[in-house]
Protein backbone atom coordinates (compact mmCIF):
# COMPACT_ATOMS: atom_id res chain seq x y z
CA UNK A 1 0.00 0.00 0.00
CA UNK A 2 0.93 3.37 -0.82
CA UNK A 3 0.41 6.09 1.60
CA UNK A 4 1.74 8.87 -0.06
CA UNK A 5 1.88 10.38 -3.36
CA UNK A 6 3.16 8.47 -6.20
CA UNK A 7 6.49 9.15 -8.03
CA UNK A 8 5.37 12.16 -10.24
CA UNK A 9 5.02 11.52 -14.18
CA UNK A 10 5.89 14.93 -15.64
CA UNK A 11 7.21 18.05 -14.51
CA UNK A 12 6.47 21.50 -15.00
CA UNK A 13 8.94 24.65 -14.17
CA UNK A 14 6.88 28.21 -13.14
CA UNK A 15 9.32 31.27 -14.10
CA UNK A 16 8.39 34.72 -12.42
CA UNK A 17 9.71 37.79 -14.46
CA UNK A 18 8.47 41.69 -14.57
CA UNK A 19 6.05 40.98 -17.01
CA UNK A 20 4.48 37.73 -15.41
CA UNK A 21 5.11 34.32 -15.51
CA UNK A 22 6.32 31.53 -18.47
CA UNK A 23 6.60 28.39 -17.99
CA UNK A 24 7.62 24.79 -19.41
CA UNK A 25 6.11 21.68 -18.75
CA UNK A 26 6.89 18.27 -20.38
CA UNK A 27 4.35 14.95 -19.12
CA UNK A 28 5.21 11.49 -19.85
CA UNK A 29 7.43 10.66 -22.72
CA UNK A 30 5.96 14.23 -24.77
CA UNK A 31 7.79 16.64 -25.88
CA UNK A 32 8.02 19.75 -23.45
CA UNK A 33 5.44 22.47 -23.97
CA UNK A 34 6.12 26.58 -22.85
CA UNK A 35 4.21 29.47 -22.38
CA UNK A 36 3.66 32.42 -20.86
CA UNK A 37 0.13 32.63 -19.32
CA UNK A 38 -0.51 30.38 -16.09
CA UNK A 39 -4.77 30.00 -17.68
CA UNK A 40 -2.68 27.74 -20.37
CA UNK A 41 -1.04 25.79 -18.01
CA UNK A 42 -1.94 22.32 -18.85
CA UNK A 43 -3.12 20.13 -15.67
CA UNK A 44 -2.20 16.85 -14.95
CA UNK A 45 -2.21 14.49 -12.05
CA UNK A 46 1.66 13.27 -10.59
CA UNK A 47 3.38 15.91 -11.99
CA UNK A 48 6.47 17.95 -10.05
CA UNK A 49 5.96 21.65 -10.18
CA UNK A 50 9.05 24.28 -9.20
CA UNK A 51 8.36 27.47 -9.35
CA UNK A 52 11.66 29.81 -9.69
CA UNK A 53 11.79 33.59 -7.79
CA UNK A 54 12.89 36.38 -9.98
CA UNK A 55 16.34 37.17 -8.35
CA UNK A 56 14.89 41.10 -7.51
CA UNK A 57 12.65 39.45 -5.10
CA UNK A 58 15.35 38.15 -2.53
CA UNK A 59 18.48 38.75 -0.60
CA UNK A 60 21.13 36.05 -1.13
CA UNK A 61 24.68 35.72 0.70
CA UNK A 62 26.98 33.81 2.09
CA UNK A 63 27.45 33.37 5.87
CA UNK A 64 30.02 31.43 7.65
CA UNK A 65 29.77 30.98 11.47
CA UNK A 66 30.61 28.14 13.59
CA UNK A 67 27.98 26.04 15.99
CA UNK A 68 25.68 28.25 14.21
CA UNK A 69 21.39 28.43 14.25
CA UNK A 70 18.61 30.28 13.04
CA UNK A 71 18.74 33.25 14.83
CA UNK A 72 22.62 33.75 15.41
CA UNK A 73 22.43 33.35 11.29
CA UNK A 74 20.23 36.19 11.47
CA UNK A 75 21.74 38.39 13.02
CA UNK A 76 25.02 37.56 10.38
CA UNK A 77 22.44 38.69 7.70
CA UNK A 78 20.88 42.22 9.43
CA UNK A 79 23.58 44.32 8.05
CA UNK A 80 22.85 43.10 4.46
CA UNK A 81 18.62 43.87 4.86
CA UNK A 82 17.29 46.79 3.40
CA UNK A 83 13.85 46.17 5.72
CA UNK A 84 12.85 45.08 8.86
CA UNK A 85 14.05 41.49 10.05
CA UNK A 86 10.20 40.83 11.64
CA UNK A 87 9.13 41.56 7.60
CA UNK A 88 11.22 38.55 6.22
CA UNK A 89 10.93 35.07 5.31
CA UNK A 90 14.69 33.63 6.72
CA UNK A 91 15.90 30.44 5.38
CA UNK A 92 19.29 28.57 5.03
CA UNK A 93 19.51 26.97 1.67
CA UNK A 94 22.61 25.64 1.68
CA UNK A 95 25.14 24.28 4.08
CA UNK A 96 29.03 23.24 4.26
CA UNK A 97 30.12 22.90 7.40
CA UNK A 98 29.90 26.43 8.94
CA UNK A 99 29.39 28.08 5.44
CA UNK A 100 25.57 28.89 4.86
CA UNK A 101 24.02 30.04 1.33
CA UNK A 102 21.36 32.41 2.74
CA UNK A 103 18.31 34.11 1.33
CA UNK A 104 15.30 36.44 2.72
CA UNK A 105 12.66 37.21 0.86
CA UNK A 106 9.96 39.56 2.28
CA UNK A 107 6.66 37.32 3.36
CA UNK A 108 3.97 38.92 1.84
CA UNK A 109 5.80 38.67 -1.77
CA UNK A 110 6.01 35.28 -1.35
CA UNK A 111 2.48 34.39 0.47
CA UNK A 112 0.66 36.20 -2.60
CA UNK A 113 2.56 34.30 -5.40
CA UNK A 114 1.61 30.97 -3.49
CA UNK A 115 -1.85 32.45 -3.44
CA UNK A 116 -1.80 33.16 -6.87
CA UNK A 117 -0.57 30.01 -8.05
CA UNK A 118 -2.99 28.42 -5.75
CA UNK A 119 -5.96 30.00 -7.72
CA UNK A 120 -5.16 28.24 -10.81
CA UNK A 121 -4.83 25.08 -9.27
CA UNK A 122 -1.01 24.97 -8.63
CA UNK A 123 0.82 24.13 -5.36
CA UNK A 124 4.26 23.70 -5.97
CA UNK A 125 6.86 21.31 -4.42
CA UNK A 126 9.37 23.37 -4.27
CA UNK A 127 10.29 27.24 -4.52
CA UNK A 128 13.95 28.41 -5.81
CA UNK A 129 15.26 31.68 -6.25
CA UNK A 130 16.09 31.71 -10.11
CA UNK A 131 19.86 32.31 -10.46
CA UNK A 132 20.71 29.65 -8.07
CA UNK A 133 19.62 26.88 -10.85
CA UNK A 134 22.82 27.81 -12.66
CA UNK A 135 25.93 26.75 -12.43
CA UNK A 136 28.32 28.82 -10.39
CA UNK A 137 30.26 31.44 -12.60
CA UNK A 138 27.56 30.79 -15.65
CA UNK A 139 25.17 33.61 -17.10
CA UNK A 140 21.66 33.21 -19.18
CA UNK A 141 19.94 35.83 -21.09
CA UNK A 142 16.00 35.31 -20.47
CA UNK A 143 14.11 37.63 -22.21
CA UNK A 144 15.53 40.91 -21.72
CA UNK A 145 17.03 40.64 -18.46
CA UNK A 146 20.65 39.05 -17.63
CA UNK A 147 20.37 35.84 -14.41
CA UNK A 148 23.95 35.29 -13.69
CA UNK A 149 25.63 32.95 -10.94
CA UNK A 150 28.44 34.07 -9.28
CA UNK A 151 31.72 32.37 -8.37
CA UNK A 152 30.53 31.95 -4.89
CA UNK A 153 27.44 30.65 -5.60
CA UNK A 154 25.18 33.66 -4.86
CA UNK A 155 23.34 35.29 -7.56
CA UNK A 156 21.85 38.16 -9.08
CA UNK A 157 19.91 39.95 -12.29
CA UNK A 158 20.27 42.79 -14.27
CA UNK A 159 19.17 44.53 -17.58
CA UNK A 160 19.96 43.25 -20.84
CA UNK A 161 22.06 46.45 -21.60
CA UNK A 162 23.60 47.12 -18.61
CA UNK A 163 25.93 43.66 -18.42
CA UNK A 164 28.52 45.69 -20.45
CA UNK A 165 29.06 48.10 -17.41
CA UNK A 166 30.58 45.73 -15.60
CA UNK A 167 33.27 43.98 -17.06
CA UNK A 168 33.79 41.24 -14.38
CA UNK A 169 30.52 39.92 -14.88
CA UNK A 170 30.86 39.87 -18.33
CA UNK A 171 33.77 37.83 -18.17
CA UNK A 172 31.02 34.88 -16.92
CA UNK A 173 30.34 32.11 -18.82
CA UNK A 174 27.67 32.21 -21.22
CA UNK A 175 24.76 29.77 -21.71
CA UNK A 176 23.79 28.79 -25.59
CA UNK A 177 20.29 27.46 -26.73
CA UNK A 178 16.90 27.45 -24.95
CA UNK A 179 17.12 29.54 -22.33
CA UNK A 180 13.74 28.50 -20.44
CA UNK A 181 14.46 24.71 -21.45
CA UNK A 182 17.98 25.16 -19.35
CA UNK A 183 16.29 26.27 -16.30
CA UNK A 184 14.24 23.84 -16.37
CA UNK A 185 16.89 21.71 -16.56
CA UNK A 186 18.86 23.26 -13.47
CA UNK A 187 15.45 23.47 -11.47
CA UNK A 188 14.92 19.45 -11.50
CA UNK A 189 18.19 18.99 -10.11
CA UNK A 190 18.66 21.49 -7.66
CA UNK A 191 17.40 20.95 -4.28
CA UNK A 192 17.05 24.00 -2.54
CA UNK A 193 13.95 25.50 -1.88
CA UNK A 194 12.32 28.87 0.24
CA UNK A 195 9.46 26.20 1.41
CA UNK A 196 10.63 26.10 4.68
CA UNK A 197 9.67 27.14 8.56
CA UNK A 198 6.00 28.85 7.93
CA UNK A 199 5.68 27.90 4.28
CA UNK A 200 6.70 24.32 4.18
CA UNK A 201 4.53 21.78 1.80
CA UNK A 202 2.82 18.75 3.88
CA UNK A 203 3.13 15.62 2.39
CA UNK A 204 -0.63 14.77 1.77
CA UNK A 205 -1.21 11.28 2.99
CA UNK A 206 -3.58 8.94 0.84
CA UNK A 207 -4.92 6.59 3.23
CA UNK A 208 -7.73 7.99 6.41
CA UNK A 209 -6.72 4.28 7.94
CA UNK A 210 -3.03 5.49 8.05
CA UNK A 211 -4.25 8.41 9.22
CA UNK A 212 -5.71 7.17 11.85
CA UNK A 213 -3.07 5.03 12.91
CA UNK A 214 -0.63 7.79 13.18
CA UNK A 215 -3.17 9.77 15.11
CA UNK A 216 -3.51 6.55 17.52
CA UNK A 217 0.34 6.55 17.81
CA UNK A 218 0.84 10.06 18.68
CA UNK A 219 -1.57 10.00 21.58
CA UNK A 220 0.26 6.92 23.11
CA UNK A 221 3.60 8.49 22.78
CA UNK A 222 2.56 12.11 24.44
CA UNK A 223 1.22 9.72 27.47
CA UNK A 224 3.89 7.48 27.62
CA UNK A 225 6.57 9.56 27.18
CA UNK A 226 5.58 13.25 28.36
CA UNK A 227 9.12 13.80 30.71
CA UNK A 228 11.36 12.34 27.73
CA UNK A 229 9.93 14.85 25.50
CA UNK A 230 10.18 17.70 28.64
CA UNK A 231 13.83 17.01 29.13
CA UNK A 232 14.92 16.82 25.56
CA UNK A 233 13.10 20.36 24.58
CA UNK A 234 14.76 21.96 28.09
CA UNK A 235 18.06 20.31 26.99
CA UNK A 236 17.57 21.58 23.12
CA UNK A 237 16.50 25.12 24.84
CA UNK A 238 19.89 25.28 26.43
CA UNK A 239 21.83 24.47 23.67
CA UNK A 240 19.94 27.30 21.25
CA UNK A 241 20.61 29.75 24.30
CA UNK A 242 24.28 28.92 24.56
CA UNK A 243 24.74 29.40 21.20
CA UNK A 244 23.00 32.69 20.89
CA UNK A 245 24.81 33.78 23.87
CA UNK A 246 28.22 33.08 22.25
CA UNK A 247 27.64 34.63 18.85
CA UNK A 248 26.50 37.85 20.32
CA UNK A 249 29.19 37.58 22.70
CA UNK A 250 31.72 37.47 19.75
CA UNK A 251 29.96 39.81 17.86
CA UNK A 252 32.13 42.55 20.46
CA UNK A 253 34.76 40.25 21.22
CA UNK A 254 35.67 38.42 18.02
CA UNK A 255 39.02 37.16 19.59
CA UNK A 256 37.44 35.48 22.05
CA UNK A 257 35.41 31.93 22.51
CA UNK A 258 34.96 31.33 26.19
CA UNK A 259 33.33 28.42 27.04
CA UNK A 260 30.98 29.81 29.94
CA UNK A 261 29.34 32.93 28.02
CA UNK A 262 27.65 34.23 30.62
CA UNK A 263 30.33 33.87 32.89
CA UNK A 264 32.27 35.97 30.53
CA UNK A 265 29.97 38.73 30.24
CA UNK A 266 29.97 39.05 34.09
CA UNK A 267 34.23 39.35 33.75
CA UNK A 268 34.20 42.29 31.06
CA UNK A 269 31.41 44.18 32.87
CA UNK A 270 32.97 43.60 36.23
CA UNK A 271 36.81 44.70 35.06
CA UNK A 272 37.03 47.62 36.98
CA UNK A 273 37.40 45.33 40.39
CA UNK A 274 40.34 43.82 38.84
CA UNK A 275 42.16 47.79 38.12
CA UNK A 276 41.15 49.78 41.04
CA UNK A 277 43.14 52.36 40.15
CA UNK A 278 41.40 52.83 36.45
CA UNK A 279 37.74 53.03 36.31
CA UNK A 280 37.44 49.98 33.36
CA UNK A 281 35.43 49.25 30.58
CA UNK A 282 32.20 50.55 31.75
CA UNK A 283 33.46 53.43 32.92
CA UNK A 284 35.80 54.76 29.26
CA UNK A 285 32.32 53.75 27.74
CA UNK A 286 30.03 56.69 29.97
CA UNK A 287 33.06 59.05 29.71
CA UNK A 288 32.95 59.03 26.08
CA UNK A 289 29.49 58.22 25.18
CA UNK A 290 28.74 61.41 23.83
CA UNK A 291 32.09 61.16 21.03
CA UNK A 292 30.26 57.65 20.05
CA UNK A 293 27.05 59.23 19.99
CA UNK A 294 28.57 61.40 16.85
CA UNK A 295 29.30 58.12 15.20
CA UNK A 296 26.00 56.46 15.23
CA UNK A 297 25.40 56.04 11.43
CA UNK A 298 28.47 54.08 11.13
CA UNK A 299 27.62 50.84 12.04
CA UNK A 300 30.29 48.97 14.65
CA UNK A 301 31.55 45.99 14.07
CA UNK A 302 33.09 44.65 16.48
CA UNK A 303 34.56 45.86 19.95
CA UNK A 304 37.88 44.56 21.77
CA UNK A 305 38.93 45.17 25.31
CA UNK A 306 42.38 44.81 26.78
CA UNK A 307 41.80 44.49 30.35
CA UNK A 308 45.49 44.69 30.82
CA UNK A 309 46.42 48.00 29.09
CA UNK A 310 43.03 49.32 29.87
CA UNK A 311 42.22 50.24 26.19
CA UNK A 312 39.32 49.63 24.11
CA UNK A 313 39.48 49.03 20.22
CA UNK A 314 36.25 49.32 18.43
CA UNK A 315 36.29 48.35 14.23
CA UNK A 316 33.36 50.05 12.37
CA UNK A 317 32.28 49.46 8.81
CA UNK A 318 33.32 52.95 7.20
CA UNK A 319 36.51 54.47 7.80
CA UNK A 320 36.49 57.32 10.36
CA UNK A 321 37.49 61.21 9.97
CA UNK A 322 40.89 61.89 11.76
CA UNK A 323 38.43 65.11 12.96
CA UNK A 324 37.09 62.08 15.42
CA UNK A 325 40.05 62.64 17.61
CA UNK A 326 39.50 66.15 18.06
CA UNK A 327 36.21 65.65 19.79
CA UNK A 328 37.97 63.66 22.80
CA UNK A 329 36.84 64.17 26.34
CA UNK A 330 39.16 65.56 28.93
CA UNK A 331 41.50 62.84 29.99
CA UNK A 332 40.72 60.06 27.41
CA UNK A 333 43.14 59.59 24.65
CA UNK A 334 41.59 58.99 21.00
CA UNK A 335 43.44 57.13 18.72
CA UNK A 336 42.22 56.91 14.68
CA UNK A 337 43.40 54.38 12.22
CA UNK A 338 40.88 54.10 9.10
CA UNK A 339 38.27 52.55 10.41
CA UNK A 340 39.49 51.63 14.27
CA UNK A 341 39.28 54.02 16.94
CA UNK A 342 41.62 53.33 19.93
CA UNK A 343 40.27 54.70 23.67
CA UNK A 344 41.82 54.83 27.08
CA UNK A 345 42.54 57.06 29.52
CA UNK A 346 45.01 59.33 29.82
CA UNK A 347 48.47 58.07 31.84
Not at 180 to 189: D, E, I, M, S, V
Request: aromatic letters at 8%; a negative charge.
Amino acid sequence: MKFFNKHPKGWRILVQHAQGWRWCYQYADLRPQQGESLADLPVADDIETIVLIAAEQLTLANVTLPSANSQSLRWQLEPLLSEEEENLHIVSLQRHGDAHLMAAINRDPLRQILETLNDHGIVPQRVIPVTLVLEAGTRLQLGDQWLLRLADGTGLSLPGDALAQFPSLSELTAIEGDSLLHLAQGARNCRYSLLQGEFARRPELRSPLFALAGAIMLGWFSVIFPPLWQGWQAQQALTQLNQQLLARYQHYFPAESPTLVRRAFSTKASQSADFPANPGLLALLHNTSSLLEKLHENPLQSLVWDGTTQRLQLTFRDALPAAVSNDAPEGIEVIVMETQLMLSRKS
